[in-house]
């Protein structure tokens, strides 16, 4: 980047921005060790980079950049870790060959363990508890399952729509888990906050220049002086 200011006679001055963005580098291979359990095209899968081929001239996916590099490095192990290796370690390497503007991408991973579900425990007022026990057992979090994040993180948001429809507006849903050592399995405890039942005291409509606030306050689900609901509220809008 090259910046040259000019000077005119008033004493203003305007700068003159010259960018050379280089040329792009663009991936040459991927190549995994450590990889025991999966295969290199499973891997793969998971990623948005890819090496040149056919149809990466139309989606891009062959562009190297170090972001990139790192979220899908993200991605694979986030795929270890729904599919029950909860210790995993993803390492991304990359090797530029200047002279041709190709990029050799490796990833070395230690796998771990594999962990299955241990107890599933759930800390909640009383009676929310039988229900959101069904909601984490609708998941599949339930023992001897294989362990998986993304499963504790929709439970996690099921779980928090449940009581927010319920009126609980501030409630807080944590789920924890431990690894005892020597012990392939995790144990999972969901923790609920659900704090007091909200009430809606008043819905006031800003920048209805053209539409009277009663007729917006008939098509609303959520009414005034109702339970909070996020459902009512999505829908209203």
């Given at each position: 980047?090259?910046?040259?200011?000019?000077?005119?006679?008033?004493?203003?001055?305007?700068?003159?921005?010259?960018?050379?963005?280089?040329?792009?580098e663009?991936?040459?291979?991927?190549?995994?060790?450590?990889?025991?359990?999966?295969?290199?095209?499973?891997?793969?899968?998971?990623?948005?980079?890819?090496?040149?081929?056919?149809?990466?001239?139309?989606?891009?996916?062959?562009?190297?950049?170090?972001?990139?590099?790192?979220?899908?490095?993200?991605?694979?192990?986030n795929?270890?870790?729904?599919n029950?290796?909860?210790?995993?370690?993803?390492?991304p390497?990359?090797?530029?060959?200047?002279?041709?503007?190709?990029?050799?991408?490796?990833f070395?991973?230690?796998?771990?363990?594999?962990?299955?579900?241990?107890?599933?425990?759930?800390?909640?007022?009383l009676?929310?508890?039988l229900?959101?026990?069904?909601?984490?057992?609708?998941?599949?979090?339930?023992?001897?399952a294989?362990?998986s994040?993304?499963?504790?993180?929709?439970?996690?948001?099921?779980?928090?729509?449940?009581?927010?429809?319920?009126?609980y507006?501030?409630?807080i849903?944590?789920?924890?888990?431990?690894?005892?050592?020597?012990?392939?399995?995790?144990?999972?405890?969901?923790?609920?906050?659900?704090?007091?039942?909200?009430?809606?005291?008043?819905?006031?409509?800003?920048?209805?220049?053209?539409?009277?606030?009663?007729?917006?306050?008939?098509?609303?689900?959520?009414?005034?002086?109702?339970?909070?609901?996020?459902?009512?509220?999505?829908?209203?809008?």
């Amino acid at each position: 980047v090259t910046v040259t200011p000019t000077v005119d006679s008033s004493n203003r001055a305007s700068l003159d921005v010259s960018i050379d963005e280089g040329s792009v580098e663009k991936v040459r291979s991927i190549k995994f060790f450590g990889n025991e359990h999966f295969s290199d095209h499973k891997l793969k899968d998971q990623m948005q980079l890819a090496p040149s081929g056919l149809f990466s001239f139309f989606t891009g996916s062959d562009k190297f950049t170090k972001h990139k590099l790192l979220l899908d490095a993200e991605r694979i192990k986030n795929f270890y870790e729904n599919n029950g290796y909860v210790m995993s370690r993803v390492s991304p390497k990359f090797t530029v060959d200047k002279a041709n503007n190709r990029v050799d991408l490796s990833f070395a991973i230690n796998e771990g363990i594999r962990y299955k579900c241990g107890t599933v425990d759930v800390k909640a007022p009383l009676s929310a508890t039988l229900k959101i026990k069904k909601i984490v057992d609708s998941l599949g979090i339930k023992k001897s399952a294989w362990f998986s994040r993304s499963s504790l993180l929709s439970a996690q948001k099921k779980i928090t729509d449940y009581l927010m429809n319920l009126g609980y507006a501030k409630a807080i849903v944590e789920p924890t888990y431990s690894n005892p050592q020597g012990n392939a399995s995790s144990n999972i405890v969901f923790t609920v906050k659900s704090g007091k039942k909200v009430y809606i005291r008043k819905i006031i409509f800003k920048g209805n220049t053209q539409t009277q606030g009663q007729a917006l306050r008939n098509r609303m689900v959520q009414m005034e002086g109702a339970i909070y609901s996020r459902k009512s509220i999505d829908e209203s809008v």
